[in-house]
């Protein structure tokens, strides 16, 4: 097996998806051990650092990539499994931003209310625990919470030679900030350019399903993850799979719109999966779909749809290649 390891200097980061340099080429089967930068680049270390005065956008969600994947053609299915999500910091920071977040007055939502105050959070992280701890500013209140990493932001160049920015999520994956992409999940995108140029980055220490103030607890995170690449049409949007579900994640504005992508792109996956016409396959998903929000503040917003395979016959999904690489110990 090759192994990589890339922890990139400040310089080296990336910021959108497409328009951008690989920073290696891998082969498929490749075992890469990065480290990404927290989605403030490691900006807000304090409660006294507010997001107005500290962050340069649009230097906001750094990305570790694009890494060129050989063989990888436009159609086809890239494989990204990962296998271990670490806190590279002993903290991890949130924080409401100005006109930013589902509960206040946006940009894209215009009011007459004065967006929320701004205020910073840092979550000291207890790694003996495995808890990162919440400190209330307006009162004595704290709380341990329990660390549950995941990855942002994960995706692949966009075609067309679209650039787009690593705040957007959309059908080639991005800002989707969904918990289910955490260790032992692994992603299928479509490949749009040749090589794939997949990035990772935006790591968080936890967030609540909805993401509802637009920050999670950011975190620098060390990742662990394996590439493999599959000869058959990509998805239209991204799928995930772990042990327990199989997920389409749709992103898009309004919110309705981002539930339909993932609801029609799952009729579509249970189909080629068991045989099953449109409506068959629209019948059974309206019995077992469960639907999470995974963020409501984003450029776009991203819906995820799942089905728990416990409800479905046993069947190979992409030749099998998640079980497969769940099986490999680094």
């Known amino acids: 097996m090759d192994i990589v390891e890339f922890s990139p200097e400040a310089e080296q980061l990336t910021w959108t998806f497409g328009g951008a340099a690989p920073v290696r080429r891998v082969s498929p089967g490749t075992l890469l051990r990065l480290w990404t ?32 994947v050989e063989g990888a053609e436009p159609g086809d299915t890239l494989a990204l499994h990962f296998v271990e999500l670490t806190p590279a910091r002993s903290w991890g920071a949130s924080a409401t931003i100005p006109f930013f977040g589902g509960l206040t007055s946006t940009d894209k939502t215009a009011t007459l209310q004065d967006p929320l105050p701004e205020r910073t959070w840092i979550y000291e992280v207890d790694a003996a625990n495995q808890t990162v701890g919440f400190q209330a500013q307006g009162s004595d209140f704290e709380l341990a919470l329990p660390v549950n990493t995941m990855l942002g932001t994960v995706g692949v160049a966009p075609a067309a030679f679209e650039v787009r920015s690593s705040l957007v999520p959309d059908y080639f994956g991005g800002n989707m900030d969904t918990p289910e992409m955490k260790a032992g999940t692994t992603c299928y995108l479509r490949v749009n350019v040749e090589g794939a140029l997949f990035s990772v980055g935006d790591g968080h220490y936890r967030q609540g399903e909805g993401e509802s103030c637009g920050t999670a607890v950011e975190g620098a995170m060390n990742v662990v993850m394996l590439v493999d690449l599959i000869k058959t049409p990509g998805p239209a949007w991204p799928r995930l799979e772990t042990d327990d579900h199989l997920a389409v994640v749709g992103s898009s504005r309004p919110l309705e719109d981002a539930w339909r992508a993932g609801q029609v792109d799952m009729v579509g996956w249970l189909g080629e999966l068991y045989g099953l016409d449109k409506l068959d396959a629209y019948q059974l998903l309206s019995q077992i779909s469960e639907v999470p929000l995974a963020n409501v503040v984003d450029a776009n917003y991203s819906v995820v749809t799942k089905v728990p395979k416990a409800l479905l016959p046993k069947t190979e999904v992409y030749g099998g290649v998640h079980a497969h690489l769940r099986g490999i110990k680094p």
């Not at 956008?57 to 990539?65: A, I, R, S």
């Open 37 to 68: 930068e927290d989605a403030f680049s490691g900006r807000l270390r304090s409660t006294e650092d507010l997001a107005s005065a500290s962050l340069n956008m649009p230097f906001v969600n750094p990305q570790t990539g694009p890494f060129y």
